[in-house]
């Protein structure tokens, strides 16, 4: 072998990562809250590879520690918790990033940009707000279910979003790429506690069969850029998600008197289409889908195409309801086009797009926008007749 060859050999197996660290030498971190205290920002960080998990996991009791400390900036907070860690603060397995209500209100840019020059981050951890409680409450709260609080919150978002209608799974990277996109602004799911929060960070909320506090998913935030500028309620989450195709299968429910009628969507989808007339813009959000009746208490006769015609009727209504309160509270309400009306425009018409100084405040307000709703009634379930109905009968 000639000593070219021995040598590049030699380097070969010599080299290693230029950032390196020793498992022990790291606390690695799955979440990361930020709240504002006495106008510092107050950082805290799970720790998941905690001593004290490794010690006491068969003992039923809380595998994490959460560090915290304030800081004029995030990067001094971070720093400032190295002084508390025995070891060095390693990000790059975040699963979730909670913000308070307060910073969000201030902006995300300083945030998302640490985030962005970070290189241990992947970039592909969920960001969801705080309502009600501070983040660092949010990320303390510990379940019966998974490991660790990060676990049960991303496990939530992820579940939530493919399964409901109200929330939505919304990672850094997406964030960042409809702030950064034209004519469409971002939105996040809030988060907040159920029960007694300061119990529902004991370990022996473990050890109940009902827990004394537990994290549940909201609704959406809107933001303009990256300020947070309001809330929506559950319809308006639910008729903005339908807008933005991210509902594959919801519930709709048909009130008669004292009963309900309920009908189980699958398969939904939505398409927005833009047209210009008279030079002007207008969109036609058409949504549509499958819908199977899984409750009849309103002793309705389902085997008359008459009354199947007038259930798909209202339930369409509902659909186009719930866009249409989603629409106003954005179109008119705060003037944030979260749906992306504005990019869709720009895509069609580059040229009339680039004439406009404010999309979201001198168009989008009174840009007509039209919705639509199909929904097939597949099934009526597996039985013709409610159980009260031949009870009533017989």
Same mark, same amino acid.
């Given at each position: 072998?000639?000593?070219?060859?021995?040598?590049?050999?030699?380097?070969?197996?010599?080299?290693?990562?230029?950032?390196?660290?020793?498992?022990?030498?790291?606390?690695?971190?799955?979440?990361?809250?930020?709240?504002?205290?006495?106008?510092?920002?107050?950082?805290?960080?799970?720790?998941?590879?905690?001593?004290?998990?490794?010690?006491?996991?068969?003992?039923?009791?809380? $595998?994490?520690?959460?560090?915290?400390?304030?800081?004029?900036?995030?990067?001094?907070?971070?720093?400032?918790?190295?002084?508390?860690?025995?070891?060095?603060?390693?990000?790059?397995?975040?699963?979730?990033?909670?913000?308070?209500?307060?910073?969000?209100?201030?902006?995300?840019?300083?945030?998302?940009?640490?985030?962005?020059?970070?290189?241990?981050?992947?970039?592909?951890?969920?960001?969801?707000?705080?309502?009600?409680?501070?983040?660092?409450?949010?990320? $303390?709260?510990?379940?019966?279910?998974?490991?660790?609080?990060?676990?049960?919150?991303?496990?939530?978002?992820?579940?939530?979003?493919?399964?409901?209608?109200?929330?939505?799974?919304?990672?850094?990277?997406?964030?960042?790429?409809?702030?950064?996109?034209?004519?469409?602004?971002?939105?996040?799911?809030?988060?907040?506690?159920?029960?007694?929060?300061?119990?529902?960070?004991?370990?022996?909320?473990?050890?109940?069969?009902?827990?004394?506090?537990?994290?549940?998913?909201?609704?959406?935030?809107?933001?303009?850029?990256?300020?947070?500028?309001?809330?929506?309620?559950?319809?308006?989450?639910?008729?903005?998600?339908?807008?933005?195709?991210?509902?594959?299968?919801?519930?709709?429910?048909?009130?008669?008197?004292?009963?309900?009628?309920?009908?189980?969507?699958?398969?939904?989808?939505?398409?927005?289409?833009?047209?210009?007339?008279?030079?002007?813009?207008?969109?036609?959000?058409?949504?549509?889908?499958?819908?199977?009746?899984?409750?009849?208490?309103?002793?309705?006769?389902?085997?008359?195409?008459?009354?199947?015609?007038?259930?798909?009727?209202?339930?369409?209504?509902?659909?186009?309801?719930?866009?249409?309160?989603?629409?106003?509270?954005? $179109?008119?309400?705060?003037?944030?086009?979260?749906?992306?009306?504005?990019?869709?425009?720009?895509?069609?018409?580059?040229?009339?797009? #680039?004439?406009?100084?404010?999309?979201?405040?001198?168009?989008?307000?009174?840009?007509?926008?039209?919705?639509?709703?199909?929904?097939?009634?597949?099934?009526?379930?597996?039985?013709?007749?409610?159980?009260?109905?031949? #009870?009533?009968?017989?």
């Amino acid at each position: 072998m000639s000593k070219k060859i021995l040598v590049l050999f030699l380097l070969f197996f010599m080299t290693g990562c230029w950032n390196y660290h020793e498992l022990n030498s790291l606390a690695i971190s799955t979440a990361l809250a930020i709240d504002k205290k006495d106008d510092e920002y107050e950082i805290s960080i799970l720790i998941a590879n905690s001593k004290k998990g490794q010690v006491s996991a068969e003992k039923g009791e809380s $595998q994490t520690v959460v560090y915290s400390a304030k800081g004029n900036t995030i990067s001094d907070a971070l720093k400032n918790i190295d002084l508390e860690n025995p070891r060095q603060t390693y990000i790059g397995h975040l699963a979730v990033i909670v913000i308070s209500e307060e910073v969000a209100k201030e902006g995300l840019m300083d945030i998302l940009d640490l985030l962005l020059r970070n290189s241990e981050s992947t970039k592909r951890f969920y960001i969801t707000i705080a309502t009600d409680y501070s983040a660092k409450d949010i990320i $303390q709260i510990i379940s019966p279910l998974e490991t660790f609080p990060s676990q049960t919150i991303s496990i939530n978002i992820k579940s939530s979003s493919e399964s409901q209608a109200v929330s939505a799974a919304v990672t850094y990277s997406k964030f960042i790429e409809n702030l950064l996109k034209k004519g469409i602004n971002p939105l996040l799911p809030t988060i907040t506690i159920e029960g007694d929060e300061k119990k529902g960070s004991d370990d022996k909320n473990l050890e109940k069969s009902s827990p004394s506090a537990i994290l549940k998913l909201g609704t959406l935030t809107i933001f303009d850029d990256d300020k947070l500028i309001g809330s929506a309620s559950n319809n308006e989450s639910r008729g903005i998600n339908l807008m933005m195709n991210r509902i594959d299968e919801m519930i709709i429910e048909d009130k008669c008197g004292d009963d309900y009628l309920v009908a189980s969507l699958s398969q939904v989808s939505s398409k927005t289409s833009i047209e210009f007339k008279n030079g002007k813009p207008i969109a036609t959000i058409s949504v549509k889908g499958i819908g199977d009746i899984t409750e009849n208490s309103c002793n309705l006769e389902l085997t008359d195409p008459k009354v199947i015609d007038k259930i798909e009727k209202e339930i369409n209504d509902k659909v186009e309801s719930l866009m249409k309160k989603g629409l106003k509270l954005i $179109q008119k309400d705060l003037k944030s086009d979260v749906i992306g009306i504005g990019n869709l425009v720009y895509k069609k018409n580059p040229k009339y797009y #680039k004439k406009i100084k404010d999309w979201d405040q001198d168009i989008f307000p009174d840009m007509k926008i039209k919705v639509k709703s199909n929904i097939n009634i597949s099934t009526k379930g597996s039985t013709k007749q409610s159980i009260k109905e031949a #009870k009533n009968e017989n």
